[in-house]
T-cell receptor, first 117, second 114 residues
Framework: SQTIHQWPATLVQPVGSPLSLECTVEGTSNPNLYWYRQAAGRGLQLLFYSVGIGQISSEVPQNLSASRPQDRQFILSSKKLLLSDSGFYLC????????????????FGPGTRLTVL | GDSVTQMEGPVTLSEEAFLTINCTYTATGYPSLFWYVQYPGEGLQLLLKATKADDKGSNKGFEATYRKETTSFHLEKGSVQVSDSAVYFCALRKRPDSWGKLQFGAGTQVVVTP
């Protein structure tokens, strides 16, 4: 079965410190991968998406970057965190046509709650 | 551009009440439509979906019908439980779209009291 993991689950970081959040997917090959941010009490904002290794598209200009060093690994990073980077970060994947299950659906990880102080 | 509009919350209900969450969309063509649910402190779970006009998605007692004429995908449940307390998100995916990007509504918080 297809599963998605994120870590850490929670993180408290000082302003100006670096950030690395990791997302891994199992049970599927060459998935589309997505990073979202959910600010407190608000909806989801798509930050980055990737359709293959090393292929990253950014949706909004910001203090964050993303990388995909392996097929099923997606990393969200920052060199220097801002207070405004606080939020709930969600990773999601969408499988390909040859995988079991729908290719029309994104499946989400459990999320990482980031607090920048 | 494409957009999804949901009714604002919080929606507060008593157990066994009828729930409706309105969702309307703006998009060209025939998008796929989704409802996701987010329980406190967790990620999003797919609740149901519909891919063409007049399709009805259903799961866990929830239903939503894809209405092309009114560009709507309202979520309904006949008898809610306390465990249905969560935030519900309506979303669309344009077709064709090889990137699979979703456009989400702002979410509607539902609180069910005993």
């Amino acid at each position: 079965s297809q599963t998605i993991h994120q870590w850490p689950a929670t993180l408290v970081q000082p302003v100006g410190s670096p950030l690395s959040l990791e997302c891994t997917v199992e049970g599927t090959s060459n998935p589309n991968l997505y990073w979202y941010r959910q600010a407190a009490g608000r909806g989801l904002q798509l930050l980055f998406y990737s359709v293959g290794i090393g292929q990253i598209s950014s949706e909004v200009p910001q203090n964050l970057s993303a990388s995909r060093p392996q097929d099923r690994q997606f990393i969200l990073s920052s060199k220097k965190l801002l207070l405004s980077d606080s939020g709930f970060y969600l990773c999601a994947f969408m499988g390909r046509a040859r995988d079991r299950g729908s290719t029309d659906t994104q499946y989400f990880g459990p999320g990482t709650r980031l607090t920048v102080l | 551009g494409d957009s999804v509009t949901q009714m604002e919350g919080p929606v507060t209900l008593s157990e066994e009440a009828f729930l409706t969450i309105n969702c309307t969309y703006t998009a060209t063509g025939y998008p796929s439509l989704f409802w996701y649910v987010q329980y406190p402190g967790e990620g999003l779970q797919l609740l149901l979906k519909a891919t063409k006009a007049d399709d009805k998605g259903s799961n866990k007692g929830f239903e939503a019908t894809y209405r092309k004429e009114t560009t709507s995908f309202h979520l309904e449940k006949g008898s809610v439980q306390v465990s249905d307390s969560a935030v519900y998100f309506c979303a669309l995916r344009k077709r064709p779209d090889s990137w699979g990007k979703l456009q989400f509504g702002a979410g509607t918080q539902v609180v069910v009291t005993p």
